[in-house]
């Protein structure tokens, strides 16, 4: 049987946070059936730590270029 993941999320320690900007935690949910990626920071506030959060569809992710071979220039396609 397999694990209904609908409406559940999780977050994962960032071990890869090399400014303040990078999330402190990263992760994904799943919301109503559409997956989204979901980053995390500790705050500090008026009344303690908070964690504020940021969603971001998984559909939205740029697609990556191909890279031409190495030595090959962009004149040397044959399209």
């Known amino acids: 049987m397999e694990y209904d993941n609908t409406n559940r999320g999780v ?5 890869r946070k090399d400014t303040e900007n990078h999330p402190d935690y990263k992760g994904s949910i799943n ?19 908070f964690m504020s959060l940021s969603v971001t569809p998984k559909n939205d992710q740029p697609v990556a270029q191909p890279v031409a071979a190495h030595g090959a220039h962009e004149e040397d396609v044959p399209f």
């Open 11 to 15: 977050l994962f320690k960032n071990d």
């Open 31 to 49: 919301i109503n059936g559409e997956e989204f990626w979901l980053s995390s920071w500790i705050k500090e506030g008026k009344t303690g730590k």
